[in-house]
């Protein structure tokens, strides 16, 4: 089964950058199409940004609050995805999850995230 | 980017109920919408699929039903593992994907 481990969380400024990883226990993570996923304390989840696997043309897709600051990559020789943050708000604060996606039904048409990680929190305060 | 709303926002329900959760899409979704479960301090688990498909491994308690703007997740006789936050997604087309807002299911 899929493994997938966050890390890199942690306090930083407000307008300062981090960067989180996304490590993968499967060695076909280079057809993995991947998600971050957020989760403000006591709030729901929020799409934050996802991209594509090389084969499938490697497209990243991201939510409005954050394009133009955060920015989605991925090294599939380290079976590793990156969200590199910049210009953090306090908005920004949350549990960043990552997932590994998959297509599902009789016509493999229904996109959703089968896997999740732990989860790596990220603390926007000064 | 389409908008989700969920309701109620919380509910509270006894062992053995049967309980209906909704979820409204801003706009026609056809029936690319998921249902997820999400326990204190865990990560969100697949339920639902397509509107009405049950993950593997899903208890047959929970169906889901809706196609177009309107869904819905019902789970009957509720067990004490039930009791978690529930959340809809829509994964129509193109991303983002977006969630809505969560329902506490409380004793």
């Known amino acids: 089964e899929v493994q997938l481990v966050e890390s890199g969380g942690g306090l930083v400024n407000p307008g300062g950058s981090l960067r989180l990883s996304c490590a993968a226990s499967?060695?076909?993570?280079?057809?993995?199409?991947l998600t971050w996923v957020r989760q403000a304390p006591g709030k729901g989840l929020e799409w934050v940004g996802r991209i594509k696997s090389k084969a499938a043309g490697g497209a990243i897709d991201y939510a409005a609050p954050v394009k133009g600051r955060f920015t989605i990559s991925r090294d599939d020789s380290l079976d590793t995805m990156y969200l590199q943050m910049n210009s953090l708000k306090t908005e920004d604060a949350a549990i960043y999850y990552c997932?590994?996606?998959?297509?599902?039904?009789?016509?493999?048409?229904?996109?959703?995230?089968?896997?999740w990680g732990q989860g790596t929190l990220v603390t926007v305060s000064s | 980017d389409i908008q989700m709303t969920q309701s109620p926002s919380s509910l509270s329900a006894s062992v053995g109920d049967r309980v209906t959760i909704t979820c409204r899409a801003s706009q026609s979704i056809s029936n690319y919408l998921n249902w997820y479960q999400q326990k204190p301090g865990k990560a969100p688990k697949l339920l639902i699929f397509g509107a009405s498909s049950l993950q593997s491994g899903v208890p047959s308690r929970f169906s889901g039903r809706g196609s177009g703007t309107d869904f819905s997740l019902t789970i009957s006789n509720l067990q004490p593992e039930d009791f978690a936050t529930y959340y809809c997604?829509?994964?129509?087309?193109?991303?983002?994907?977006?969630f809505g807002q969560g329902t506490k299911l409380e004793i």
């Open positions: 997604q829509q994964t129509y087309r193109t991303p983002p994907y977006t």
């Open positions: 997932t590994w996606d998959h297509y599902y039904g009789d016509s493999s048409n229904y996109y959703v995230s089968d896997y």
């Open positions: 499967e060695s076909i993570f280079s057809h993995a199409w």
